[in-house]
């Protein structure tokens, strides 16, 4: 399997303070997903990279922004965070060929209190 | 857009016995991909099987199989011999098949999941 690695793999933080998460590959895929997972609505796309500095929203975008300045990180962050951002965070990548669907991180747990 | 839906939240099966998770779709597209994965509770997303739509033959994976009705939108998960460690949420998801640079097509849309539990 590619290596992907997601840090950190719990957090809680303050309403209002900016949070930062990272997904690190090790196999040099070109795309890169944030999605987020809550209870009822499955997994949901936040943002996803075709390559470096080339990003996209995703269907839940609001109060989130991404970089990407190498091919093996993709960083999500979150500018100020809020309580409706409590959830649990992963990332992806999409492996060759597209027909084997994606490999995902093990998910960041983050809290807002 | 594509959407996905599962629409049954919680299923529970009697060790050894056979369970099928229900999973619909909607699309324009006559080309695309379809899968299942599962979450355990170790949060971990695992891959359970695939199927290519282009592809008339079920696909099947040991205990998984797959029945794929093109025409109806329809991909349900069929396990038997169901086994304590197939306790888990099962997320259906579809992807598009078609090509771009921005990889726009290349999202993963995932249904709302079902809890899956497994009765001793």
């Known amino acids: 399997d590619a290596g992907i690695t997601q840090s950190p793999r719990h957090k809680v933080t303050e309403t209002g303070t900016p949070v930062t998460l990272r997904c690190h590959q090790t196999?040099?895929?070109?795309?890169m997903y944030w999605y987020r997972q809550d209870p009822g609505h499955g997994l949901r796309l936040i943002h996803y990279?075709?390559?470096?500095?080339?990003?996209d929203k995703g269907e839940v975008s609001d109060g989130y922004s991404v970089s990407r300045s190498k091919t093996e990180d993709f960083l999500l962050t979150l500018e100020s965070a809020t309580s409706s951002q409590t959830s649990v965070y992963f990332c992806?990548?999409?492996?060759?060929?597209?027909?084997?669907?994606?490999?995902f991180g093990s998910g960041t747990r983050l809290t807002v209190v | 857009a594509q959407t996905v839906t599962q629409s049954q939240p919680e299923m529970s099966v009697q060790e050894a016995e056979t369970v099928t998770l229900s999973c619909t779709y909607d699309?324009?597209?006559?080309?695309?991909?379809l899968f299942w994965y599962k979450q355990p509770p170790s949060r971990q997303m695992i891959l359970v099987i695939r199927q290519e739509a282009y592809k008339q033959q079920n696909a099947t994976e040991n205990r998984f199989s797959v029945n794929f009705q093109k025409a109806a939108k329809s991909f349900s998960l069929k396990i038997s011999d169901s086994q304590l460690g197939d306790a888990a949420m099962y997320f259906c998801?579809?992807?598009?098949?078609?090509?771009?640079?921005?990889?726009?097509?290349?999202?993963?849309?995932f249904g709302k999941g079902i809890t899956l539990s497994v009765r001793p």
């Open positions: 990279s075709y390559g470096v500095k080339d990003t």
């Open positions: 699309t324009s597209e006559s080309d695309y991909y």
């Open positions: 998801a579809y992807r598009s098949a078609g090509r771009g640079r921005t990889g726009a097509n290349s999202k993963l849309t």
């Open positions: 196999e040099n895929h070109r795309y």
């Open positions: 992806a990548i999409s492996v060759f060929p597209k027909s084997h669907g994606y490999t």
